[in-house]
């Protein structure tokens, strides 16, 4: 039987304890989920290689420092791209669609025309998922597409 010290260690170790070992990861990655509205209907674009694929800009609401007004929000704009075979998805989606995004994230540094060092997100769509449509919209079945 187990005593009562045990029980109540065992009860007050968060289940999400995570264990650190010396030994090297193998697989890293970096992964971004947003939920936000999109900013205007994705622009479809072509490449110099001739490969098609798709630009938008989501919009991400959060509260704002503690001396923000009460009610006021700040938006936070996220630049996606996203390359796939089938497009008809995308050409569904209108401005004001409410999207849970899962994307790859890259930072990239370069130096701009004036010789400075720059950083830039890559940010690549993998999963999107419609919440919800724009407000004026006919109310449609929620669409997943990877």
């Not at 830039?120 to 929620?142: F, G, N, T, Y």
């Amino acid at each position: 039987m187990l005593s009562r010290s045990f029980l109540r260690l065992r009860l007050a170790t968060p289940v999400s304890a995570r264990t650190f070992v010396s030994t090297a990861a193998r697989d890293q990655f970096s992964k971004l989920t947003l939920i936000g509205r999109m900013r205007a209907t994705p622009e479809q674009i072509t490449g110099k290689s001739g490969n098609t694929f798709y630009k938008y800009t989501l919009a991400c609401n959060k509260n704002g420092p503690q001396d923000t007004p009460p009610g006021e929000r700040h938006v936070s704009w996220y630049d996606v791209i996203y390359f796939a075979e089938d497009k008809d998805f995308m050409l569904d989606i209108r401005k004001g669609t409410l999207c849970y995004l899962e994307a790859d994230v890259t930072i990239r540094t370069y130096d701009d025309k004036n010789g400075q060092k720059q950083k830039r997100w890559d940010i690549v769509q993998r999963r999107l998922l419609q919440i919800s449509k724009p407000k004026d919209a006919e109310e449609m079945p929620h669409e997943e597409y990877e």
